[in-house]
T-cell receptor
């Protein structure tokens, strides 16, 4: 079974731009969670989607948004990029909602904001 | 106080010895606890989950949970150089639709041959 895939793997943007990241979960997984990972803050929960509905949201500004499609693929959008948005963005898929079971992580998208 | 705290390390352990990793959490009602391993440049992968007080063993790994003291630990027996990685502790917060995982910053483990 193919793992979680994320595209693109690397991105370089400038302040004020917007960016869209994509995540394809493991086949059969309906839950997709997004995380931001930085050396100083560690892994921080952004949001979770289950069956096309945002189920939960972390403590991030409204510039961070997402959506999930009927095939469970998910996209994350960050508008008006700031230097502090430079991070590794990870998505994780699971069968059950709410991270109640094992989360399988994708390789991540490394975003650099200049 | 952070919701989930781990010693950032690095923790250096000789090959063949027992590595002990600790994690404390602040939410008394947390019910689910996870240990993930993250190699440098890679994404996290689940090692163990534990939900009840006591020990849970899986091969060389043992997770220990003490809800009264609000800590969870991971023991790695017969440590191997391939165990060198950052170990992340994750604890659930909230329930139902508010359920989410809160992550510690991770402990970097170095196994010296």
């Amino acid at each position: 079974k193919a793992g979680v895939t994320q595209t693109p793997r690397y991105l370089i943007k400038t302040r004020g731009q917007q960016v869209t990241l994509s995540c394809s979960p493991i086949s059969g997984h309906r839950s997709v969670s997004w995380y931001q990972q930085t050396p100083g803050q560690g892994l921080q929960f952004l949001f979770e989607y289950f069956s096309e509905t945002q189920r939960n949201k972390g403590n991030f500004p409204g510039r961070f948004s997402g959506r999930q499609f009927s095939n469970s693929r998910s996209e994350m959008n960050v508008s008006t990029l700031e230097l502090g948005d430079s991070a590794l963005y990870l998505c994780a898929s699971s069968i059950l909602a709410g991270a109640a079971d094992t989360q399988y992580f994708g390789p991540g998208t490394r975003l650099t904001v200049l | 106080q952070k919701e989930v705290e781990q010693n950032s390390g690095p923790l250096s352990v000789p090959e063949g010895a027992i590595a002990s990793l600790n994690c404390t959490y602040s939410d008394r009602v947390s019910q689910s606890f996870f240990w993930y391993r993250q190699y440098s440049g890679k994404s996290p992968e689940l090692i163990m989950s534990i939900y009840s007080n006591g020990d849970k063993e899986d091969g060389r790994f043992t997770a220990q949970l003490n809800k009264a003291s609000q800590y969870v630990s991971l023991l790695i027996r017969d440590s191997q150089p391939s165990d060198s990685a950052t170990y992340l502790c994750a604890v659930n917060k909230g329930g139902g639709s508010n359920y989410q995982l809160i992550w510690g910053a991770g402990t970097k483990l170095i196994i010296k041959p």
